[in-house]
């Protein structure tokens, strides 16, 4: 089989397995583009093999840091290629995973061939995502255990939090300041709320998903926040589970409403000139709200089959109605305030 090209990775493939960020990369200013996309295909295919639960989580473990070494400039291994390819790869259901694991070599030949400056970003960015799988697979049991574990405390959420998200508003907040002089006034406050949009986004995938992690032995949920409600992990899986677990739930909604309102700032502080920029930044801000504002309306947010997902047709309703606002300051936060509202108005 021929070997796929720069073109085909960072393009069909891209689209196949970056479903809904590919809107947010397809807006972004054209320098951005490659070096973006390559670092979500690394850091995707790592996630393939760290979530890949027919294999042990000590192979998996293996394997991970293996790619890490590679990514950070480790002589190719064609063993560890043949092996994600033969282990990984076969197990995925979905036909974009495995191309984008069987070309794992190619991806790491175009790594090479970036600006330095734009590999040393792309290498630190997924060594660091790494590090926030690997926590995974060292901190939660096998999934086929029936075990559940719950993170300590809440600054190990925290940490989680930056490691497999906050990592990435710095990386995109670093690539931005070098590829678009203008569009990054004050570096350091940017960098700091990019840290926060990251971990906005994050804590509402974590709550999203609490009921699917549940079942497979992983709870991001504190247990010393568990314990205050009367709560232990297990607990969380029973039937009355979401409306005894609520008042937890919007206690760390508000936190994560602290963090979007970083996200927002920072989205602003964007110069209304940089229409794709805000674009790219503002799309996530207006899905993440609306899923929390389905959040707390749901009374079974922990039942898994009821997960509180915007549907694809209100996605795009989203991004339809986000082109007459992003140019407007004013509006954006009028939008933003009502949304707050919502969110407050079930959570206070």
Known sequence: MREPSRAFLLGPLLKGVSRSFYLTLRVLPARMRDPVGLAYLLARAADTIADTSLIPPERRLALLLSLRDQVNGAAADAALAASIATEVAGQQEQSDERILLESLGPALAVLAQLDPDDRQAV?????????????????????????????????????????????????????????????????????????????????????????????????????????????????????????????????????????????MAYTLAIPPRFIRLRLACLWPILIGMETLLL??????????????????????????????????????RAWFARQVRSIDAVVR
């Open 295 to 332: 959040l707390v309306r749901n009374d079974n947010w922990l039942d898994c089959a009821r997960a509180s997902r915007v549907p694809r047709s209100q996605v795009y309703r989203i991004l339809a109605y986000s082109l007459p606002m992003v140019l407007s300051n004013s509006l954006l």
């Open 123 to 263: 290498r630190q960015i997924v060594s660091t995502l790494t590090e926030g799988m690997e926590f995974d697979l060292r901190t939660f049991p096998d999934e086929r255990t029936g075990r559940i574990v719950a993170l300590r405390e809440p600054e190990e959420l925290d940490r989680y939090t930056y490691l497999v998200a906050g990592c990435v508003g710095e990386f995109w907040t670093s690539m931005t300041a070098a590829h678009m002089p203008g569009a990054i006034g004050e570096p350091d406050a940017m960098l700091r709320r990019g840290v926060r949009f990251g971990k906005a986004l994050q804590m509402t995938n974590v709550l999203r998903d609490c009921g699917k992690d549940l079942r497979i032995g992983r709870c991001y949920l504190p247990a010393t926040m568990l314990h205050q409600h009367g709560l232990s992990p297990q607990d969380l899986l029973l039937p009355g589970a979401s409306l005894r677990a609520r008042a937890m739930m919007r206690e760390l909604v508000r936190k994560t409403l602290e963090h979007f309102h970083e996200a």
